[in-house]
């Protein structure tokens, strides 16, 4: 071990590593705090060069890297595991823009840049890096990529995977894969980037991504919409599609008990409407032209759709204040649950037209099952994404209740699983799922995997223990 | 060989075998009749089950599999070689459409679908399945998913590997991966469909897909606009983009020279201008809204970048027929360069900003080296794709000027290499460019790839002598 730390301060120098047990012990531990691993030593590099040192130093002695961006992750990926014999790389030194260009729409960008920055960056020369989730303000672009991070922007610009178009990795042999293109197309062989993106570590180091970006958005309209149910929901999704098309950049569905979760915990959260209603969806569009042509769009289709009386109310914000203040009911539904304690999490897609069917089918089996229970659903409808929690029922303690987290978890999964969807939408595998996902995935698919994982990293060094 | 033909009679049935050297013949040529091969038998399975039973016999037999489609790809990667010894899997029959799912906006098609079919398909239930190239009336979806074809909507949709959810694939082994997800959103491993997709038939046999949908456009908006040089067109494209964003569906740029060629082989190609000018673009908006928003649109674009001096002319379409006649200008320029006779062509991408200075130096070096040559210089310049094609100079027979085409193709690519780009944007390697890649790609990202084949492939029964 002595020699081992010793090699990897020859490369990184003091300022590169962590070794006290007391400052390693934040970067062991993981976002959620369920995970309390333990490592040899926090690995800071400063460049693709000493990452490539750093990984062959442990190709050598077999060392196993836990790669780790800003730790906020949700499925315990980063974390080591209780052995104390893995490092931690975290990337946050290597947190250099490289390049942006404008006219191509692309930056090259290190992994360790935190997402936040790389939004300010993309403004600054007129453009927009769509990527947007919760974490924004600490999580960092390797590690986003890593995970195929997905979160608010997705229906109108896909997942992390789709807004990459050249990575440079260090792999498990210590060589690093120059692939930084800035290509629109290129069809020489295999799109090997696409290997890295998602895997959560385990065939590899990102280093740097030369990223996507957008025309700015110049206008905004955002409605909540009332509804008598989440099938209405997916009826109004479709209307909204066919006459805004990509101008459609949100559409989240919340139930009415999301909402008084939000209304107890939040004291300055109002309530959208003057009475409340069983679920309610939060739209919006934007357009790269400016002035009020999406809100008059929007007015439109939420018009024709009370016509319908496919909605039940609809009110589109006057203000960039209301249209934030609407966005908070959503935004604030995960730490209002935490408030009324913990419950049990669920990160699920499904096929969007089946959404409807799965919630009604999924929320009576609980019923019947786990009498009282209290459902949290909420998500990304517009993908497909939903986080349907579920949270004790009225008088049990949330920690009596968490008891049930097998029990409720294969339901919810096999659930999910009769309707074709995913039981990880959009946060991964990590340690979280990693044994559950052998009920779901064909001993062929897990097969095809480790085949994968093998060819690239034999001595099984990379974050092992994650994924697979 | 009688064994091998038995065997595959058995699973096939007469009407799924062809042996008989003359009906063989057409299917072991390829689409420009450069590459004439030999084949064992041509087989044709009309289900999944069926394509397994034949990839397991040639498995048994270590018999090499050349799978095919429409037959029209253009670097010979559906062609077998000659020495008699392969079989040409032809997916043909394998035509269904299995589903189609509007609300979901996803269909599942197996892989012998014709490209023209499934657009149909689509509209029919009021989607737009984007991808759109010249052979869409023969090419079939399997081979389009394998080259991860491009074409004319790249700008807006992007590549086929953008257009795909979920993959059926025949394993070299036999053994089908049922990879058939509808699922906008999904984190549980590595993402294998992206394995296939583009890989040309050299990984597995794709059987069937689920393909994205999107929302069926109902206005557009078509112009033909004159300016002095490509870095115009750049500067056109980069302000057309930040007003239009998603808007902007075609934007293909193509030279007085190409003009030239359309008006002389094609008598009722009417010249967009009174007069002549050293660059077009063509540029076309869409839009879900109907009405004239779009063609307002472009031609407030459009005549700021006159008032900027940015262009010189333009003209923006006054009807359906018109507008066809300005697409006719860029899609008859393939044909007109062939009635020109043969040119030496190169289908490359650079990054966008980049474009125009790496036409310049290349007309320059070319000039140096091939005095007169005249050049037929046209492309997706949206996407950073050029076919940037060599023609005789004027008085030199074009079958004698061809004979310069290892030198030029040399030239040509080692210059889109200092402009870090793609010696093949969307035609693949096949036959055409695997000895020419190993030039461009470093030894290390071919060894990746390498050793991907060896993980996947390990008899190399799949589509041997292609892409590596």
Not at 219 to 225: G, I, K, L, P
Request: net charge neutral; proline share 4%.
């Amino acid at each position: 071990m002595r020699a081992l730390v010793e090699r990897l301060s020859e490369i990184v120098g003091p300022a590169g590593l962590i070794t006290a047990p007391q400052e390693v012990a934040p970067y062991a531990t993981d976002w959620r705090k369920r995970y309390l691993g333990k490592a040899v030593a926090v690995v800071k590099p400063a460049s693709t060069a000493e990452v490539a040192g750093v990984v062959l130093v442990c190709a050598d002695s077999r060392t196993a890297i836990v790669p780790q961006g800003g730790n906020t992750g949700l499925c315990g990926a980063a974390t080591p595991d209780a052995s104390g014999t893995q490092i931690i790389l975290n990337l946050s030194r290597m947190n250099r823009i490289r390049e942006v260009d404008a006219r191509n729409n692309t930056m090259i960008v290190e992994a360790g840049c935190v997402l936040a920055n790389l939004h300010r960056a993309a403004e600054e020369v007129g453009r927009l890096f769509p990527l947007s989730l919760a974490a924004e303000g600490s999580c960092e672009i390797g590690g986003n990529l890593s995970t195929n991070a997905g979160g608010t922007a997705v229906l109108r610009y896909g997942n992390a995977r789709d807004l990459v178009l050249g990575l440079e990795v260090v792999l498990p042999s210590g060589e690093v894969w120059e692939g930084l293109r800035g290509l629109r197309k290129d069809n020489t062989g295999y799109d090997l980037k696409q290997l890295f993106i998602g895997a959560e570590g385990t065939l590899g180091v990102i280093t740097a991504a030369v990223l996507k970006l957008f025309p700015l958005p110049k206008s905004r309209a955002t409605a909540v919409v009332a509804l008598q149910s989440p099938e209405k929901a997916l009826a109004l999704l479709e209307r909204a599609l066919e006459a805004c098309g990509e101008r459609l950049t949100g559409f989240e569905l919340f139930s009415d008990f999301c909402l008084a979760l939000v209304l107890k915990h939040f004291g300055d959260a109002a309530a959208p409407f003057p009475r409340r209603f069983p679920h309610y969806v939060l739209m919006e569009l934007s357009d790269t032209q400016s002035g009020g042509g999406v809100r008059a769009l929007a007015e439109n289709v939420l018009e024709a759709a009370l016509g319908e009386k496919n909605i039940l109310d609809a009110a589109v914000a006057q203000s960039e204040t209301q249209a934030r203040d609407f966005w908070k009911l959503r935004e604030f539904i995960s730490e209002a649950q935490a408030h009324e304690g913990s419950n049990i999490k669920h990160d699920v897609s499904i096929p969007i037209s089946r959404i409807a069917d799965f919630i009604s089918a999924t929320d009576q089996e609980l019923a019947r099952a786990h009498a009282g229970v209290r459902l949290v659903t909420f998500g990304h409808v517009g993908d497909g994404n939903l986080h349907y929690n579920v949270s004790a029922p009225e008088g049990v303690a949330p920690d009596v209740f968490v008891k049930n987290t097998a029990a409720i978890n294969r339901l919810v999964h096999d659930s999910v699983a009769r309707f074709g969807g995913s039981i990880s939408a959009e946060h991964g595998l990590g340690q979280l799922k990693r044994a559950e996902i052998q009920r779901y995935k064909s001993a062929l698919e897990l097969e095809l995997m480790r085949k994968l994982k093998r060819a690239l990293d034999p001595h099984g060094i990379m974050n092992p223990g994650k994924v697979l």
